[in-house]
């Protein structure tokens, strides 16, 4: 009977974790703009060269706008769009450690590119990177 109480006071306590990591996610993920805005992206690639890609969008996700572009492709993983192309480049982990990685103006990004909030005037690049 003491282990079926443990077990359940347990379950209880997981529970309670997970209802307060969504409320904490809730709470500090990064807010969306509606309405229409005009992003920038520049795509360096492998060789160090650097292309600069102009979008006008009413969407509010990053990922939306370049998948819709043709900019990017990839598949949906455990965490969001894994970006496999870019520009007609791919970056292949197995292969050589390459990613694509994100940034908000020049910091990386913490979120994924499907996941990452858009706002009027926002830069972006898309960087291939040899981990």
């Known amino acids: 009977m003491k282990k079926w109480i443990w077990i359940l ?3 209880v306590l997981v529970a309670a974790l997970a209802v307060g990591m ?12 509606a309405g229409e805005k005009k992003i920038t992206v520049t795509v360096v690639h492998g060789d160090g060269s650097e292309k600069t890609f102009t979008y006008d969008t009413d969407e509010e996700y ?9 900019l990017i492709q990839g598949n949906d993983g455990p965490y969001g769009l894994e970006m ?3 520009d007609g480049e791919k970056a292949d982990w197995n292969e ?16 994924g590119v ?18």
């Open 96 to 111: 050589n450690k390459s990613y694509w990685a994100l940034y908000i103006g020049e910091e990386y990004a913490m979120t």
């Open 9 to 11: 006071i347990a379950a």
């Open 22 to 33: 969504l409320a904490a996610y809730r709470l500090t993920r990064p807010e969306t703009t």
């Open 84 to 86: 496999h192309t870019v």
């Open 62 to 70: 990053l990922g939306a706008v370049l998948v819709d572009a043709g």
């Open 114 to 131: 499907d996941s990452t909030p858009i706002a009027d005037g926002a830069a972006f690049k898309l960087v291939y990177t040899i981990g």
